[in-house]
């Protein structure tokens, strides 16, 4: 076992530390993991704060300097992690064409070496937005949040994805576990590995992003407009917000169509503030 700082780490994680380490970040523990990459929690030194401009930019403002840096392998084989290295490259072209937006999770830095690549992300404290809405649920004892909190949190969401749509880059994976909150409470979108760049009046056929909050077109199989899709997922957002909960539920396509067909139910004890019965 090694020792770094406040992490243990055991021997498969020595060279990660040690190349962090190198490039100037400490690590000090793991805050979280897929299926082929690691997220960690690190510090960088001031040295390096000095000689990053990004870096230097992006921390200025905050109290504490920490950083997430998510570790990916690049020594892969089968399709699946293929993949996965594909859905990277879409993440970092599109981190890097939004660069600069408050609402969207900033990329400062990339290095590799040679058995894996490594993603210097802005840290967003507070979670995501899933989390956000249930915790302020079970504190109010009614589901959602209070309206003008959603408003505020609605409007940074329109913000960031009207940025993205400017620079010709689409989501296609908004969901409310993409979306995190940083140590002011601001949102930060996140997980572009979905992303692709968009043709004006282009249409696309991919069959992808999170079932509950994807567009009808979509479902039925029809080629769709990016933008459009993304507008109906955060319409799906803002319901979840403010009622706390999604307002389509089935997973299959043509079960999920159907629900979508039959419309939404409006329940008037979600506007009373009482949280309904168990």
Same mark, same amino acid.
């Given at each position: 076992? %090694? ?15 040690s190349e962090c380490r190198e490039r ?5 523990r793991k805050i979280g993991s897929g ?6 929690? !690190? ?10 401009? +990004? ?11 920490? %950083? ?6 690049? +020594?892969? +084989? ?35 070496? %040679? ?9 967003? #404290? ?15 004892? *009614? ?6 909190? *959603? !408003? ?5 969401? #329109?913000? *960031? ?67 459009? !899709? ?49």
């Amino acid at each position: 076992m %090694v020792k770094s700082g406040s992490l243990v780490m055991d021997e498969a994680k020595v060279d990660e530390v040690s190349e962090c380490r190198e490039r100037g970040y400490l690590l000090t523990r793991k805050i979280g993991s897929g299926s082929f990459s690691r997220v960690y929690l !690190a510090v960088p030194t001031q040295d390096k704060i000095c000689c990053n401009f +990004r870096l230097a930019v992006g921390l200025h403002n905050k109290k504490e300097k920490r %950083v997430a840096i998510k570790v990916i392998p690049i +020594r892969q +084989r089968s399709q699946q992690q293929q993949q996965s290295q594909r859905c990277l490259s879409r993440e970092i072209n599109a981190l890097l064409s939004t660069y600069k937006h408050p609402n969207v999770i900033q990329l400062y830095e990339t290095f590799c070496s %040679v058995s894996r690549l490594y993603l210097v992300l802005e840290l967003a #404290v507070k979670g995501d937005l899933l989390e956000y809405i249930n915790r302020l649920s079970d504190r109010r004892l *009614a589901l959602g949040l209070q309206e003008g909190e *959603a !408003a505020r949190l609605f409007t940074e969401l #329109v913000g *960031a994805v009207s940025h993205c749509h400017s620079k010709n880059i689409v989501h296609r994976d908004l969901k409310c576990e993409n979306i995190l909150l940083d140590e002011r409470g601001s949102l930060k979108l996140t997980d572009f590995g979905l992303a692709t760049r968009c043709r004006k009046n282009g249409l696309m056929s991919t069959f992808c992003g999170s079932m509950p909050y994807t567009a009808p077109e979509i479902l039925q199989g029809q080629k769709y407009k990016g933008e459009h !899709a993304d507008i109906w997922s955060m319409g799906v957002i803002l319901y979840a917000m403010v009622t706390g909960k999604l307002p389509f539920t089935e997973f299959q396509p043509s079960k999920l169509l159907e629900e979508i067909k039959c419309g939404i139910l409006y329940n008037e004890r979600l506007s009373t503030g009482n949280k309904p019965p168990a």
